[in-house]
Nanobody, 126 residues
Framework: QVQLVESGGGLVQAGGSLRLSCAASGRTISGLAMGWFRQAPGKEREFVAAVSWTGVSLYYADSAKGRFTISRDNAKNAVYLQMNSLKPEDTANYYC???????????????????WGQGTQVTVSS
């Protein structure tokens, strides 16, 4: 079992940056693929970015490519999402997720993830 706690959300103007953090406890994230998803009011939860358990493979939604960067630090048992050039449409609750069995493009599917955090709100003003 792993517990995930997100932090780093907040209110930022369009064009600004935020760095989200996901702290894991209960077990090491080594061996777990990690992902970030987001959910805006009235919309389904959607994939944002993922990193394989090796840290070698990275996956991004088209909306995140070139602006967001996912990274992991197994020594700190944490995952990060650096978000630059934020847009109002990035406004959502952002969730960290973990899975022991994901690989490749399956990491873009929320059904693949077994563990979820409570989320952190990101609001981008125009």
């Amino acid at each position: 079992q792993v517990q995930l706690v997100e932090s780093g959300g907040g209110l930022v103007q369009a064009g600004g940056s935020l760095r989200l953090s996901c702290a894991a406890s209960g077990r090491t994230i080594s061996g777990l693929a990690m992902g970030w998803f987001r959910q805006a009011p009235g919309k389904e939860r959607e994939f944002v970015a993922a990193v394989s358990w090796t840290g070698v493979s990275l996956y991004y939604a088209d909306s995140a490519k070139g602006r967001f960067t996912i990274s992991r630090d197994n020594a700190k048992n944490a995952v990060y999402l650096q978000m630059n050039s934020l847009k109002p449409e990035d406004t959502a609750n952002y969730y960290c997720a973990a899975t022991p069995g994901g690989y490749g493009s399956t990491l873009t599917a929320r059904e693949k993830y077994a563990y979820w955090g409570q989320g952190t709100q990101v609001t981008v003003s125009s």
